[in-house]
């Protein structure tokens, strides 16, 4: 089993940033891959990052490319993954959820084994 925590979220102005942070536990070496998606008000959760953990391969959202920057790093017995969000607009105001697999990144949320709680991320024009 694996358990992911978020933290970080909370309000901004528009144009302003954010730092969303998961810590993974538990049974981490199992772990492939580590994404953060994203679900706002009537619409479906998407991917917005993902960070393959053997070789360090990133994907982006066409959406938040060249602002949004996914990032990992290694404790003892942990893995935590980071999302630095800048340049925030209000279309990016969501839920955002860590999630993890053992396998390769892939974009379908079903796929993902494991979840984190979520942090809500509002931005405001």
């Known amino acids: 089993q694996v358990q992911l925590v978020e933290s970080g979220g909370g309000s901004v102005q528009a144009g302003g940033s954010l730092r969303l942070s998961c810590a993974a536990s538990?049974?981490?070496?199992?772990?492939?891959?580590m994404a953060w998606f994203r679900q706002g008000p009537d619409k479906e959760r998407g991917m917005v990052a993902t960070f393959n953990t053997i070789g360090g391969a990133t994907s982006y959202a066409e959406s938040v490319k060249g602002r949004f920057t996914i990032a990992k790093d290694n404790a003892k017995n942990t893995i935590t993954v980071y999302l630095q969000m800048n340049s925030l607009t209000p279309e990016d105001t969501a839920m955002y959820y860590c999630a993890a697999r053992a396998g390769y990144c892939v974009y379908e949320s079903r796929a993902y084994s494991y979840w984190g709680q979520g942090t809500q991320v509002t931005v405001s024009s």
């Open positions: 538990g049974y981490t070496t199992s772990v492939g891959c």
